[in-house]
């Protein structure tokens, strides 16, 4: 790992230790796979306005998310089904979050049960979920999630239905069997034609899920929920009104709806119309650098999740590797920091990027 110089080189490597099927899996985005490369290519166009003759000689990376200390804004988001890309699965992927001193959103579709988790080492956990047609299925894993330790809920809302994954369809993607859900529903779709994970979804998500449903899960957890999938100042304002107690600026990885915006861009536009710093909001998508972290900070986001970057440590290096893909996050994003002349979290302000469109409003 002392040739790996940035996090974007571990996807080679994962890409040379996975199976085509998972590999294209983890990586692929929906259709075109538009929004894919804009999450990534729309955080070049911010640039900075570094300031200098600032007293940088002690930098100061930490932050609270509900109130939960982390060394760095930076969490590890949740991805499914950790187990295809290492044998130890999600297990060495919190251990690396407990060694790094941040929170891992462990994924409702993960390939070790919440229990396994929670008891592999003393670590901030949040609850990804998404909402089933067995509405008892979601209720017995939350209730599990409350007993385990975990400390809030993030209920992903954009997935009504799966998006077009054309990569899985071609490779006929197997779903596996989830041991979290053992004994309650069969997750192994084994599906004539396409892909298992479309055709899982298709049997177990509710597609009649609204706004009224963050009361039934209110009523059954006294857990903070957050949610996840907000990409406008519409449904920002929604979810403010149900009381939510975070949101996550999110477009699935780029998974569901090609054409759908990168979320850098409309991360300002959901902050200062909507939130106006009244409950946390996170962002994830196209984060490969320490400076990517910066901007989304100085855009009003109080912390990144990571998402492929640390499937592709996990696949090429196991536990060391997600460890490595946050260190080096939080090395550039600590560099990034002394180089803008802020010591602090709290010292990034949005005087410390330009966007394009004020960019090209100043060339008017």
Not at 102 to 122: H, L, P, Q
Not at 325 to 345: D, F, H, Q, W
């Amino acid at each position: 790992m002392d040739q790996i110089v940035n996090v974007n080189e571990f996807q080679e490597l994962a890409k040379r230790s996975l199976p085509k099927m998972y590999y294209d899996f983890y990586s692929g985005g929906a259709e075109d796979q538009h929004t894919l490369k804009e999450n990534v290519e729309a955080f070049t166009r911010i640039m900075f306005r570094p300031r200098v003759l600032v007293d940088v000689s002690k930098i100061d990376m930490s932050t609270r998310i509900l109130g939960y200390p982390i060394s760095a804004p930076i969490m590890i988001a949740p991805t499914a089904m950790h187990m295809l890309a290492h044998p130890q699965g999600e297990i060495a992927t919190a251990k690396a979050a407990a060694a790094c001193n941040t929170i891992m959103i462990v994924s409702y579709m993960a390939s070790c049960t919440i229990e396994e988790v929670a008891s592999s080492c003393n670590a901030i956990r949040f609850l990804q979920i998404y909402v089933y047609k067995r509405r008892d299925v979601t209720a017995q894993m939350v209730k599990r999630a409350e007993k385990a330790g975990f400390k809030a809920i993030v209920m992903t809302v954009d997935v009504p239905k799966l998006g077009r994954r054309e990569a899985d369809i071609k490779n006929k993607m197997v779903s596996p069997q989830l041991r979290n859900f053992e004994g309650l529903i069969s997750t192994k779709v084994l599906p004539s034609k396409g892909s298992g994970v479309e055709a899982l979804a298709a049997s177990t998500f509710d597609a009649s899920l609204t706004w009224k449903d963050i009361e039934w899960l209110r009523s059954i957890t006294k857990l903070p929920i957050l949610v996840k999938g907000v990409l406008t100042r519409e449904d920002a304002l929604k979810a403010v009104e149900a009381g939510v107690d975070g949101i996550v600026v999110s477009n699935h990885g780029a998974r569901q709806l090609d054409y759908s915006p990168a979320t850098i861009t409309v991360l300002e536009e959901v902050i200062v119309h909507v939130v106006g710093g009244r409950i946390p909001v996170l962002l994830d998508g196209g984060v490969r650098r320490g400076t990517d972290v910066f901007k989304a900070l100085a855009l009003g986001a109080q912390a990144v999740l990571i998402g492929r970057p640390v499937v592709y440590g996990l696949a090429a290096k196991g536990e060391d590797g997600v460890r490595k893909v946050i260190e080096m996050l939080k090395n550039e994003l600590e560099l990034t920091m002394a180089l803008s002349g802020c010591p602090t979290i709290g010292d990034i302000t949005r005087n410390h990027v330009r966007t394009e469109n004020e960019r090209l409003k100043s060339m008017l």
